[in-house]
């Protein structure tokens, strides 16, 4: 299994532009920025197992979620926990089954199970979980 979280601001996935006849990835540069931060907890050679990918997209809070009691920041009874405004999670998820794509795992088709979550936190943040599907479903491991 492997876990990390990554202290930057969650990113979607552009559509790929054309120019002439060539086609480019806008996300290039913003994927590169967080595999250099991710290869840390990259394995030596990226796995040929399939994987369960668990991915939250945390955000920071808004002052609008927060009551003002003496300079403390005290969160209001009915702040949402989950974000449900743009940008759209099969575009975030999109972008970071890319970034991590020949360097954790061979192929993204590997990915058998997708759990994905926009949530409000302290600060923004990607929190990544893989882990390695069992073998066999029917037999006890």
């Known amino acids: 299994m492997i876990k990390f979280l990554i202290r930057t601001r969650p990113k979607p996935q552009q559509r790929h532009r054309n120019r002439g006849r060539f086609q480019y990835d806008p996300s290039s540069k913003d994927k590169k920025d967080f595999l250099l931060q991710a290869k840390q907890y990259a394995p030596k050679i990226?796995?040929?197992?399939?994987?369960?990918?668990?991915?939250?997209?945390c955000y920071k809070r808004p002052r609008s979620h927060y009551r003002s009691k003496n300079k403390k920041l005290i969160l209001k009874e009915d702040s949402p926990l989950y974000k449900g405004s743009k940008a759209d999670i099969d575009n975030l998820s999109k972008f970071y089954i890319d970034a991590m794509n020949k360097v954790f795992y061979k192929?993204?088709?590997?990915?058998?199970s997708l759990n994905a979550?926009?949530?409000?936190?302290?600060?923004?943040?990607?929190?990544?979980?893989i882990s390695y599907t069992k073998k066999y479903l029917n037999k006890k491991e």
């Open 46 to 57: 990226p796995t040929l197992r399939n994987i369960d990918l668990e991915l939250t997209f």
């Open 117 to 129: 979550n926009k949530v409000w936190g302290s600060e923004d943040c990607v929190y990544v979980k």
């Open 107 to 112: 192929d993204d088709c590997q990915i058998v």
